[in-house]
């Protein structure tokens, strides 16, 4: 293990000290099993305060368990989800929401991203034709996997064309809480106050050990989902364990303070590049990622200092994560390397 700071994944990230100190402040005695303990309930009553008195929580061991849950809430085998060509569900789940769930994904290419209503009209058809998967989910991602963000108004209007095509809308919010820092609003106000359906909220990304929630902003849909959760062997035994780490992130400001550092220091390496020769940033920084094009000798000489991911192999593009314990002697330290290996 690496004292450097890798710029790869928030995934590389430590646990925040505080959500430590709340698993081992849960750990002491015996607690009913399967969610049925006190941990639990607090963690679900924070969601609640956050999210809305009305919604329910299930607790997963990862994303793509509450993506892939999350979806069949909504979907039957012979319905469809639509998302963006770069989204998560589509690209980086070994098709898992094809195979456990047996519906098709429809991709839509995207130059940022992000779905519009448009969009998702262009590939939504075919509806009381049994030739053809029923159009009935669209799946958007906050933030997108190349660091965009919806603003509250583009994921109502995605939730009103849905919602007037008889569809659902998904949001798989691994980075929910960087969107939301950056647009300087609360969590629910660009998810279930813009209209989505059911939300898979990220806490890993963001400081967690492991644990991601499906939250469901409409109760009717709460009544099965606990066997769709039970037969996805997403059920965690010791699930006060997972919800402690929620109620350290959603007790305080923890959320925010976490997301608003990671994207401050994408901003500042951000900042640092944009101006070396030999270096061009593609993409708009507004969560905690940096795009940016690069030479493949100069990627290749950098990975051999820092890891970090070439988002495209065709291009060059490379894509550089920030986290909340990412430092600015951290940033500053990767920018200096760049600017030695593109002088």
Same mark, same amino acid.
């Given at each position: 293990?690496?004292?450097?700071?890798?710029?790869?994944?928030?995934?590389?990230?430590?646990?925040?000290?505080?959500?430590?100190?709340?698993?081992?402040? &849960?750990?002491?005695?015996?607690?009913?099993?399967?969610?049925?303990?006190?941990?639990?309930?607090?963690?679900?009553?924070?969601?609640?305060?956050?999210?809305?008195?009305?919604?329910?929580?299930?607790?997963?061991?990862?994303?793509?368990?509450?993506?892939? %849950?999350?979806?069949?809430?909504?979907?039957?085998?012979?319905?469809?989800?639509?998302?963006?060509?770069?989204?998560?569900?589509?690209?980086?789940?070994?098709?898992?929401?094809?195979?456990?769930?047996?519906?098709?994904?429809?991709?839509?290419?995207?130059?940022?991203?992000?779905?519009?209503?448009?969009?998702?009209?262009?590939?939504?058809?075919?509806?009381?034709?049994?030739?053809?998967?029923?159009?009935?989910?669209?799946?958007?991602?906050?933030?997108?996997?190349?660091?965009?963000?919806?603003?509250?108004?583009?994921?109502?209007?995605?939730?009103?064309?849905?919602?007037?095509?008889?569809?659902?809308?998904?949001?798989?919010?691994?980075?929910?809480?960087?969107?939301?820092?950056?647009?300087?609003?609360?969590?629910?106000?660009?998810?279930?106050?813009?209209?989505?359906?059911?939300?898979?909220?990220?806490? %890993?990304?963001?400081?967690?050990?492991?644990?991601?929630? &499906?939250?469901?902003?409409?109760?009717?849909?709460?009544?099965?989902?606990?066997?769709?959760?039970?037969?996805?062997?997403?059920?965690?035994?010791?699930?006060?364990?997972?919800?402690?780490?929620?109620?350290?992130?959603?007790?305080?400001?923890?959320?925010?303070?976490?997301?608003?550092?990671?994207?401050?220091?994408?901003?500042?390496?951000?900042?640092?590049?944009?101006?070396?020769?030999?270096?061009?940033?593609?993409?708009?920084?507004?969560?905690?990622?940096?795009?940016?094009?690069?030479?493949?000798?100069?990627?290749?000489?950098?990975?051999?200092?820092?890891?970090?991911?070439?988002?495209?192999?065709?291009?060059?593009?490379?894509?550089?994560?920030?986290?909340?314990?990412?430092?600015?002697?951290?940033?500053?330290?990767?920018?200096?390397?760049?600017?030695?290996?593109?002088?």
């Amino acid at each position: 293990m690496s004292a450097r700071r890798a710029f790869a994944s928030d995934n590389w990230s430590g646990v925040h000290p505080e959500v430590l100190e709340r698993i081992a402040a &849960v750990n002491s005695g015996h607690a009913p099993a399967y969610g049925a303990d006190e941990v639990t309930a607090r963690a679900t009553g924070l969601f609640r305060e956050h999210f809305g008195a009305h919604v329910e929580v299930f607790f997963t061991f990862n994303g793509t368990g509450a993506n892939v %849950t999350g979806l069949q809430a909504l979907l039957a085998p012979y319905e469809h989800v639509v998302c963006a060509e770069s989204a998560h569900v589509n690209t980086d789940e070994c098709g898992a929401p094809e195979r456990f769930l047996g519906s098709k994904v429809v991709d839509v290419p995207t130059s940022d991203g992000k779905l519009t209503p448009e969009l998702v009209e262009s590939v939504a058809r075919g509806w009381g034709d049994p030739h053809h998967s029923q159009p009935r989910v669209v799946s958007v991602t906050q933030s997108t996997e190349i660091g965009t963000r919806y603003a509250v108004e583009e994921v109502a209007a995605l939730a009103d064309w849905a919602h007037g095509h008889a569809m659902y809308l998904h949001m798989d919010g691994a980075r929910l809480a960087n969107a939301a820092a950056g647009l300087g609003v609360g969590l629910g106000a660009t998810s279930g106050g813009a209209g989505v359906d059911v939300l898979s909220f990220g806490g %890993t990304k963001n400081g967690l050990l492991g644990g991601e929630a &499906v939250v469901l902003f409409r109760p009717e849909l709460a009544s099965s989902f606990p066997f769709v959760r039970k037969q996805a062997m997403q059920l965690a035994s010791k699930m006060r364990f997972t919800a402690a780490q929620f109620e350290a992130l959603l007790s305080g400001d923890l959320w925010l303070r976490n997301a608003s550092h990671a994207n401050a220091m994408a901003r500042r390496l951000e900042h640092a590049v944009r101006d070396l020769p030999g270096v061009r940033v593609t993409r708009p920084v507004e969560a905690n990622a940096v795009f940016a094009l690069l030479a493949p000798e100069a990627a290749a000489a950098l990975q051999e200092q820092y890891a970090f991911y070439v988002w495209d192999e065709r291009t060059g593009e490379v894509r550089w994560m920030t986290s909340f314990d990412t430092e600015p002697e951290d940033v500053d330290g990767f920018a200096a390397a760049i600017r030695r290996v593109v002088a």
